[in-house]
Every structure is written in C-alpha cells, then in structure tokens.
C-alpha cells in the first residue's frame, strides 16, 4: 500500500511559478512509474507529465517547456516545477504511483491562476 500527499498548491498570478510536492509513504525507489495529473471543474483528468524510475519523462504538449517533473528518492518525493503559469492551469492536481500492477493516488492539491 503507498499512501501520497501533495504539497505546495494555492492561488498565484498569471506568468508566476509554483513547486508541488508528492510525498510517498514508502520508499520510491522501486516504484517504477509516478506522475501529476489534473482535473479542471468540468473537465476529464488529464495527464501533466510522468516519471519513471529511469528518470524518462513525458509531458503533455500544454506544458511542454513550462514544467519539470523529478523525484526524489533519497526523500521519498517527487516534485512537478511549474513557470510560466496560466489561468487555464488552474485545477486540482492529483500525483499518482504505479507499482507492480497497482495505481495509487493522492487527494489533491488546488492549483488557481489568477490576477
């Protein structure tokens, strides 16, 4: 069972950056896939970017350039930097973790753009 908690969400202008935190309640290292999704008021949840234990990254094409996804696995966390931000950022972010044949998410995290 891995149990994660995101960190570092809130209300921010438009161009401003903000770091989220997913912290794991076991050791990453050997989990072999960890990502940030988000989901807007009535919209689909999407994916932002994924990790895998390799460190080989995807993003999706929205972010590509603004954000950086990374782990940490001396900390058990990983982290998704986001520059250059937009109102049509604004959504919960979720991180998620896929181990062997299990997917396990966090509860959210409020990211809003805003002037």
């Known amino acids: 069972q891995v149990q994660l908690v995101e960190f570092g969400g809130g209300l921010v202008q438009p161009g401003g950056s903000l770091r989220l935190s997913c912290a794991a309640s076991?050791?990453?290292?050997?989990?072999?896939?960890m990502g940030w999704y988000r989901q807007a008021p009535g919209k689909p949840r999407e994916l932002v970017a994924s990790i895998t234990s390799a460190e080989a990254t995807t993003y999706a094409d929205s972010v590509k350039g603004r954000f950086t996804i990374s782990r940490e696995n001396a900390r058990n966390t990983m982290y998704l930097q986001m520059n250059s931000l937009k109102p049509e950022d604004t959504a919960v972010y979720y991180c998620?973790?896929?181990?062997?044949?299990?997917?396990?998410w966090g509860q959210g995290t409020q990211v809003t753009v805003s002037s």
């Open positions: 998620d973790a896929e181990q062997f044949q299990d997917v396990y």
């Open positions: 076991v050791s990453i290292f050997s989990i072999w896939r």
